[in-house]
């Protein structure tokens, strides 16, 4: 966001006003299915409570993993390659 805001307003302090402008914030990619999932982070940040952080990601991408392993590889890649297509398909229109 912040060098599409240098570009579009020459200040990279609007990457906020860019990142709404994307559709670049967590909802917003997981209610386009860009992204699975929306991990919280710890208050104050990931950067305040690391180990926090690290074991929320790790329990989360688990229990995806956990779900993906059920399924053959083949039925995993046709589905990422209809996942992204749609996404490709919605950005059209």
Do not use: N
């Given at each position: 966001?912040?060098?599409?805001?240098?570009?579009?307003?020459?200040?990279?302090?609007?990457?906020?006003?860019?990142?709404?402008?994307l559709?670049?914030?967590?909802?917003?990619?997981?209610?386009?299915?860009?992204?699975?999932?929306?991990?919280?982070?710890?208050?104050?940040?990931?950067?305040?409570?690391?180990?926090?952080a690290?074991?929320?990601?790790?329990?989360?991408?688990?229990?995806?993993?956990?779900?993906?392993?059920?399924f053959?590889?083949?039925?995993?890649?046709?589905?990422?390659?209809?996942?992204?297509?749609?996404?490709?398909?919605?950005?059209?229109?």
């Amino acid at each position: 966001p912040e060098g599409c805001a240098s570009i579009l307003w020459q200040d990279s302090g609007m990457a906020e006003e860019a990142a709404k402008a994307l559709k670049f914030r967590a909802l917003e990619l997981f209610d386009l299915g860009v992204v699975d999932d929306i991990i919280k982070e710890p208050m104050g940040g990931a950067h305040r409570s690391p180990v926090r952080a690290a074991k929320q990601l790790k329990k989360v991408v688990t229990a995806h993993l956990e779900r993906l392993r059920r399924f053959p590889v083949e039925e995993l890649i046709a589905d990422r390659y209809e996942k992204y297509r749609r996404i490709g398909l919605s950005s059209l229109s």
